[in-house]
């Protein structure tokens, strides 16, 4: 999915306790980036899927229907219930608290995805400090 600056200017801030809007931006662009890549080769990084899925729900994100690009969007749903709802404080603290139950099980066929969704619920909104995937930071000077 090809993100561009509008898609930013939907994040409200107070979904991102302790993050910069900045530094959530780059996460979600390099989650975002990396998906297509191993799309394009046929794979499948169900950690990252879940990285990629958490960012566009609470990014309120409209995304291609079905994975496949095109005109046809559809508003990201919330990673592990599955609601349409956009994001809202007490949705983002509930779909976290899902996401802590499922902790220790796997999500039906994709291994790794519920890791992805909690690593990432816990740097946004839990406030841990830790990405949930490395970002390279671009250079200045």
């Not at 561009?4 to 801030?13: E, I, S, T």
Request: glycine residues 8%; contains cysteine; hydrophobic residues 40%.
């Amino acid at each position: 999915m090809e993100l561009m600056g509008r898609d930013f200017d939907r994040v409200r801030r107070e979904h991102l306790r302790g993050v910069k809007l900045g530094d959530f931006a780059r996460l979600w662009l390099t989650a975002e980036r990396r998906a297509d890549a191993l799309n394009a080769q046929g794979q499948v990084d169900w950690y990252l899927a879940g990285v990629q899925t958490t960012c566009r729900w609470l990014a309120h994100a409209a995304v291609p229907l079905d994975g496949h690009s095109g005109a046809s969007r559809e508003l990201a749903y919330a990673p592990i219930t599955h609601t349409t709802a956009r994001a809202i404080e007490e949705l983002i603290e509930e779909e976290t608290q899902a996401a802590e139950r499922w902790i220790g099980r796997e999500w039906p066929n994709c291994p790794g995805y519920v890791e992805g969704v909690v690593a990432t619920l816990a740097w946004t909104w839990r406030r841990s400090g830790v990405p949930p995937i490395e970002v390279e930071h671009a250079q200045t000077g």
